[in-house]
């Protein structure tokens, strides 16, 4: 290829370019391949500079030492002995002698005794069995001296033929032999033994040391288990070619050997199981077999164990049997692991095992089935160096998978990455881009523009950037709102960031509809739907905040707006009809209020106005403003004009209220702007009297406690009297009360209030008709005048089943009183489901018990459901009678009812009686009994039981002298039907 011609500066570029193309291919392929050829040349053609050939194997007649013979006694043994080339000795602990002829020399002659298991050694001329020399582990004397793994005799030059007798005592699988060699091819046999000794152990080192800074780079514990191997490697092959006395040119005790030599065996075993067992822990665990694996892993824990407490010549034997069911075990799973799997790094650790237990466990092989001479071939340097070499391509070949799975991951991350909807990012510390896959690319309308010229706060809200940093180093996650792309709406985005180095890594979710969303629950939550303000949950959250920051200097008022008679529009015109005009109700009160101040719809035409940083007098001018926007000015909604009217209740809020208490204050206000007081609008200020109504309502509920205890408690009673024949009976009202903490007596309505505030009402009317049973029971004798006695329950005990069933339980008690007992049912409460009703009286009839409607008069009386309720008498509303003389329609509501109630058969009882008046005109009526201040007051049980009749309370001279003019003696007809005899 031409270089281009064109400008002085590409030529350049262009040559540079392709030197370096040189220099690369050079170092990479040329080097290498040179040094491949050149090694494969020598190998082949050039001789080694170690290379002996003049060595001779000396012919030898051997005897083992059992009785501990003399040397002339040796002599005279192996004089029949037969010659041997060599002599294994099988692991025999006992000395043996042996005795060779060395054949004359002209140059200076050495005798090589090879075995690295010899321990001692002494020799004598055979002629006249004088000492040559002994050697030992520990030193040498005469003319012997230790050469590479054993022993030698230096004979020097001799004419004649040497014959000598050794004695020498082994440890370990020997092999007895005798080498001759001339003493400058020994010198360089031994040169060579220290040289292949140097290699391995430099060679497997420096392999472990590499594997160990590899271990510690990576933090791959399986790298320190290599490095490990790779040391008991080396100390094996020491065993094997009898260097092991000496670890990096310090020599080893003798008296350490044994020790050291089985502790070394023990811990290569559990090194190379626990090694196989993670380096294959992947391919093991789809061969299954756990059990067999940990069998053999547990067999290293009894070798060690041998290991500290045998001898070496007992714990060899023990070894091979450990080894070789060791060996079994490694052999089976690698064949299973290559069947199953076809690994190719299980087929390299195969190989690299192979070699390893061929050359190390070669003497076993040998001593137990005399194999030697097949395994004298395999040199421990070439099987030590080969073994670990094999290992590392293992290693290698497990790396190179592992990387290859390792790209495939990453490509596969780096494809999601790319596909992912989320937007991903890594952003330098100053806010510049330094990736970002498609999808953070299309939501900020990044693509085709370099990344590394963008920065992230040209497309977030100020100070997304910070908080950016800030979410990556605490952790988390923010909202942050991007710059509008395109006069959109901004978008909002859920980042995830952290670091990463220098860098910020993160994550951008579109959260902008699920935002909506959540804006719109809240909204919903928090706000009416219908008119849009608050409802009652968020204006109570509102009253409660400003409760909580309240400060004399920011004064808060409250409103309770309703609505009057607001049910007609709905009923006339439709709820449709009804919820526009709502909206537009609340739209004028918006528009009053301005956006300082906050309004809520609590009910169907009731709201809630909180009045932020207003003071009672301005709160008031806004209220009638208000009062005044919805009142004068009719509501237009299609052709129709509705005329609203609205009442108002303000209060001054204190910072001690509670939020229910203060809407019940206003509440309160509100029902008595309601009767048309004060042009529809009351206000309460600070200790109005109904705040100190409010607060003894809440003490008493606090009194009463969550669960009913009548301390305090206690009944009085009011008198009934007959105007037919109020001489001659003694019927009573059984009322309730109760004396306060303060020792003050506290009324029946605030009691039944509280009660039914904290939910005991139940158990309070319970207790009020037990206490009345007991007490009839009791005194019953002392009541010959008593006909019947009035007892109250209450609308929310007559909803409740289980206080029903409780009830008639309690009559099931007092049978024999019963019949005296009137129970007293407020009308509307009866009427609210005339079935359940009507079946509870009936059930109070069949008891024997009486029946009488209460305050009748005051609700929506339909006159139709009388027929339904088989009740013995009706109560007329004290309101009637108390107001009969202020105008006509009054006394002519009374006059009906006591006419309804004689042509129903049931007695008329008139209560709330004061005066003479009353109690003249009810008479004229045809009332039958009379209840109130103008009989008696509410008095004690025991007042009761000392008077014989109802009149004898009267204390007005009035009433006492129209009683006893105008009464009759005698019981009223059908009065039997009343009163038991």
């Known amino acids: 290829m031409q270089p281009p011609s064109a400008e002085p500066s590409t030529r350049i570029a262009w040559v540079t370019a392709k030197i370096d193309w040189f220099l690369s291919n050079f170092s990479y392929y040329l080097v290498p391949a040179a040094i491949f050829v050149f090694s494969l040349v020598a190998l082949t053609l050039e001789h080694s500079i170690y290379d002996t050939n003049d060595n001779r194997t000396l012919p030898f007649a051997v005897v083992a030492d059992k009785n501990g013979q003399t040397p002339s006694e040796a002599l005279a043994a ?103 060699w001339p003493e400058s091819e020994l010198a360089l046999s031994h040169l060579a033994y220290h040289h292949a000794t140097g290699v391995l152990e430099g060679g497997l080192l420096t392999l472990a040391v590499l594997t160990l800074m590899t271990a510690l780079i990576n933090r791959d514990a399986r790298y320190l288990l290599f490095a ?76 060690l164990v041998l290991a500290l407490f045998l001898s070496f010549a007992a714990f060899l034997p023990a070894m091979w049997v450990v080894a070789s069911f060791g060996i079994f075990v490694v052999i089976f799973f690698l064949a299973r692991i290559v069947i199953v799997t076809r690994s190719r790094v299980a087929l390299w650790y195969a190989a690299a095992l192979g070699i390893v237990l061929f050359s190390t466990f070669s003497e076993v092989i040998a001593a137990a089935f005399d194999f030697k001479a097949l395994v004298g071939a395999l040199n421990s340097v070439t099987a030590a160096l080969a073994s ?24 596969e991350l780096q494809r999601a990455y790319e596909v992912t909807p989320v937007g991903l990012f890594t952003l330098e510390p100053d806010g510049r881009f330094v990736r970002a896959n498609t999808a953070m690319q299309e939501k900020l309308g990044l693509e085709g523009r370099p990344l590394h010229e963008l920065r992230w706060q040209n497309y977030f809200e100020p100070g997304a950037l910070a908080r950016l940093k800030e979410i990556a180093d605490r952790g988390g996650e923010a909202e942050i709102q991007a710059q509008p792309i395109g006069g959109m709406e901004p978008r909002w985005y859920l980042a995830k960031a952290t670091l990463a180095h220098t860098r910020i890594e993160g994550s951008l979710q579109d959260i902008t509809e699920r935002r909506k969303a959540t804006e719109r629950l809240r909204f919903l939550a928090n706000n009416d739907t219908l008119t849009g303000a608050l409802n009652r949950r968020g204006i109570e959250h509102i009253l409660e905040t400003s409760l909580k920051h309240f400060d004399s200097a920011h004064p808060i008022a409250l409103a309770y707006l309703d609505l009057d008679r607001f049910k007609l529009i709905n009923d006339l015109y439709g709820h449709q009809t009804g919820d526009e005009v709502l909206k537009q109700v609340c739209q004028r009160v918006k528009w009053s209020l301005g956006d300082h101040h906050h309004i809520g719809r609590i009910g169907g035409d009731e709201f809630i106005l909180v009045l932020r940083d207003t003071a009672m007098l301005p709160a008031t001018d806004l209220c009638r403003r208000i009062i005044s926007d919805i009142c004068d000015m009719p509501f237009q909604l299609r052709r129709r004009s509705f005329q609203v ?40 200020k600070e200790n109005a009297p109904a705040f100190q109504e409010r607060a003894e309502e809440l003490r008493l509920i606090e009194e009463l406690g969550s669960t009913f205890t009548p301390t305090g408690l206690s009944l009085v009673m009011q008198p009934i009297m007959s105007l037919r024949a109020p001489e001659a009976s003694l019927d009573f009202e059984v009322l309730i009360r109760m004396q306060d903490s303060s020792g003050a007596m506290v009324p029946a309505g605030k009691i039944i209030a509280a009660a039914e505030a904290n939910g005991t009402i139940g158990e309070l009317d319970k207790w009020v008709l037990t206490s009345t049973l007991v007490w009839l029971t009791e005194n019953l004798p002392r009541l010959p005048n008593t006909r019947f006695v009035c007892v109250n329950l209450s609308g929310a005990s007559l909803n409740d089943e289980a206080f029903i069933e409780d009830t008639f339980r309690i009559l099931s008690r007092f049978g024999p009183v019963v019949k005296y007992l009137c129970m007293e049912i407020t009308e509307s409460v009866a009427l609210h489901d005339i079935a359940n009703s009507r079946r509870f009286i009936d059930r109070l009839k069949s008891c024997g018990a009486k029946i009488a409607l209460d305050d009748f008069g005051a609700g929506y009386t339909s006159f139709s459901y009388l027929k339904e309720f088989a009740a013995d008498a009706l109560k007329i509303d004290g309101g009637f009678i108390k107001r009969m003389h202020e105008h006509p329609a009054n006394y002519a509501i009374v006059e009906a009812i006591v006419e309804l109630a004689r042509n129903l058969g049931m007695r008329s009882i008139a209560e709330w009686v004061e005066d003479y008046a009353t109690v003249e005109a009810l008479a004229e009526l045809g009332v039958d009994y009379v209840q109130g201040w103008a009989i008696a007051k509410p008095m004690a049980p025991e007042d009761i039981l000392r008077a014989s009749s109802a009149a004898s309370f009267i204390t007005d001279e009035q009433v006492r002298a129209f009683i006893a003019g105008g009464s009759q003696p005698g019981l009223p007809d059908g009065m039997s039907a009343w009163g038991p005899h």
């Open 78 to 180: 192996l004089a029949s002995a037969p010659a041997v080339r060599f002599h294994d000795t099988r692991l025999a602990e006992t000395p043996f002698w042996f005795r060779f002829t060395v054949p004359p020399s002209n140059t200076p002659q050495s005798v090589e005794l090879p075995s690295r298991h010899a321990q001692e050694i002494s020799c004598w001329n055979a002629a006249g069995l004088a000492p040559v020399g002994a050697a030992t582990r520990s030193g040498t004397s005469g003319i012997l001296q230790s050469v590479k793994s054993g022993f030698a005799l230096d004979l020097g030059v001799h004419a004649q033929p040497r014959d000598l007798l050794c004695r020498a005592h082994f440890s370990g699988p020997a092999r007895i032999t005798v080498e001759a």
């Open 228 to 303: 490990i191997w790779l040391v008991g490697n080396l100390r094996l092959g020491g065993i094997t070619m009898g260097f092991d006395t000496q670890w990096l040119e310090r020599a080893i005790p003798n008296e350490w050997m044994a020790m050291t030599r089985k502790l070394t065996i023990a811990a290569y075993y559990i090194v190379t199981y626990t090694l196989f067992a993670q380096f294959m822990r992947t391919e093991l665990s789809r061969v299954g077999y756990a059990w067999l694996l940990r069998a053999g892993a547990r067999a290293g824990l009894v070798l």
């Open 388 to 411: 670990s070499l094999v290992a590392a391509f293992a290693f290698a070949e497990q790396i190179r998978v592992e990387r290859v799975e390792r790209e495939h991951a990453e490509a």
């Open 645 to 684: 009217k609205v009442s108002i209740g303000l209060i001054e809020i204190t910072p001690e209220m509670r939020v229910q208490d203060a809407v019940s204050a206003a509440d309160r206000a509100c029902r008595e702007a309601k009767k048309g007081k004060h042009g529809h609008l009351v206000i309460y």
